[in-house]
């Protein structure tokens, strides 16, 4: 009695994680167009951005343009550097939505994250250390704050990206 081995073709599904065999007439059947289970054509289609990650991969990207604009009233420039961003959101595997977090909410910052929604409110305001909880107009110290949080953006990312390396 001979014996044969045959290989098949299986898919699994990246959405639902449900696995099956396609055979037509006992033979493997073309890759099919959408899930056995779930029914959706992107089924093949592994590791897709959801929507939270999209947008803080968009704020990182647009940081540059933030600190410019956010300089662009004192001779002190704030300096975001571009191409870390870019290496950064181009690493292999792609940040963790936790990462990106790390870099959009750092840790230790004494005024609100600069972000496309908050770039004119209460510009070069800066806590009041003689009065908790209120702002005074201090255009040196807010530059310099913000100076701060890129620089503490940039070192995480580097961070992240060294880690990697590793």
């Given amino acids: 009695m001979p014996i044969h081995r ?6 699994e599904c990246a959405r639902c994680g449900y696995k099956w065999v396609k055979r037509i007439n006992g ?6 167009l ?6 959706r054509t992107s089924w093949n289609r592994n ?47 792609r940040p963790t939505v936790a990462e990106l977090k790390q870099v959009v909410y750092p840790r230790g910052l004494t005024i609100n994250p600069l ?21 005074k107009y201090d ?10 949080e890129a620089h503490t953006r940039q070192e995480i990312m580097q961070h992240i990206i060294d880690s990697r390396h590793k």
């Avoid at 045959?6 to 898919?11: P, S, W």
């Avoid at 929604?117 to 908790?132: I, L």
């Fill in 6 to 11: 045959t290989e098949i073709a299986e898919y």
């Fill in 139 to 148: 255009k040196e110290e807010y530059v310099k704050l913000r100076k701060q």
């Fill in 34 to 39: 959408r899930c056995a289970k779930c029914k």
């Fill in 47 to 93: 590791g897709l951005i959801n929507g939270q990650e999209n947008g803080l991969r968009r704020r990182i990207r647009g940081y540059k343009e933030l600190y410019e604009y956010a300089s662009f009233y004192s001779s002190d420039k704030i300096y975001w550097s571009a191409d870390l961003a870019e290496k950064f959101l181009n690493l292999s595997p």
């Fill in 27 to 32: 033979k493997d059947g073309p890759v099919p």
């Fill in 115 to 135: 972000d496309s929604q908050n770039q004119y409110s209460n510009r070069n305001f800066v806590p009041n250390p003689d009065k908790p909880g209120w702002l």
